[in-house]
């Protein structure tokens, strides 16, 4: 099927090490952060968000870093498995406005 | 096990048609959304919803219409499918102030 990730930037990544996968965002009112996670034909999964008040939350296998004076957001997974091949989203929402903005997405192929 | 239904995954529509594009939760959001995926072009929003009957346009509303009659469903419409409107369309609820959950989508392709 067709790729959303066909113009993406791509980090390709061994199993086994882990995997950094960061985004930048533009709005000093966000406040609430979250990754997706999105495979081939299929519709984006939450994977981990955090909040303005934490600078780090851990999850299974992945941990979200969150750098406000940058402004920059990070997800780390841990020993990447082929099965953690996707598209990678952020996320970023202000206040108690309903829409989120979204990052462009990050491909992440995991090699064997 | 919350979800968001997406009454399609792929449809095939021929130019000039109308088409209807139904997605339904049972999370009791209420914020709906519409987006359409492209390659290159990231996730876009069409239409959105805050509210029963309420409904405001995203970035790219032009050749769509959207319909919430109830809280739990909300229609995108296609009046007039044109070829340029090939594309995954996904549909997302949210609770406001919190992260949106989408649909598996529906992968449309006018001919």
């Known amino acids: 099927g067709e790729s959303v990730g066909l113009h993406l930037p791509t980090l390709s990544v061994q199993e086994g090490d882990n995997s950094i996968i960061n985004c930048a965002y533009s709005?000093?009112?966000?406040?609430?952060f979250i990754w997706y996670k999105q495979e081939s034909g299929k519709g984006p999964q939450f994977i981990i968000d955090?909040?303005?008040?934490?600078d780090k939350r851990q999850g299974q296998r992945v941990t979200v870093l969150l750098n406000k004076t940058v402004k920059h957001l990070s997800l780390q997974i841990a020993a990447t498995q082929p099965g953690d091949s996707a598209v990678y989203f952020c996320?970023?929402?202000?206040?108690?406005?309903?829409?989120?903005?979204f990052g462009t997405g990050t491909r992440l192929q995991v090699t064997l | 096990d919350v979800k968001v239904t997406q009454s399609s995954r792929y449809l095939v529509k021929r130019t000039g048609e109308k088409v209807f594009l139904e997605c339904v939760q049972d999370?009791?959001?209420?914020?709906m959304f519409w987006y359409r995926q492209d390659p290159g072009l990231g996730l876009r929003l069409i239409y959105f919803?805050?509210?029963?009957?309420?409904?405001e346009k995203g970035d790219i509303p032009e050749g769509y219409s959207v319909s919430r009659e109830k809280k739990e469903r909300f229609s995108l419409i296609l009046e007039s499918a044109s070829t340029n409107q090939t594309s995954m369309y996904l549909c997302?609820?949210?609770?406001?102030?919190?992260?949106?959950?989408f649909g598996s989508g529906t992968r449309l392709t006018v001919v």
């Open positions: 997302a609820s949210s609770s406001t102030g919190y992260g949106y959950t």
């Open positions: 709005n000093s009112a966000s406040d609430y």
């Open positions: 955090i909040r303005s008040n934490m």
């Open positions: 996320a970023e929402g202000a206040g108690t406005a309903s829409k989120l903005t």
């Open positions: 999370m009791d959001h209420e914020n």
């Open positions: 919803s805050y509210d029963v009957k309420m409904k």
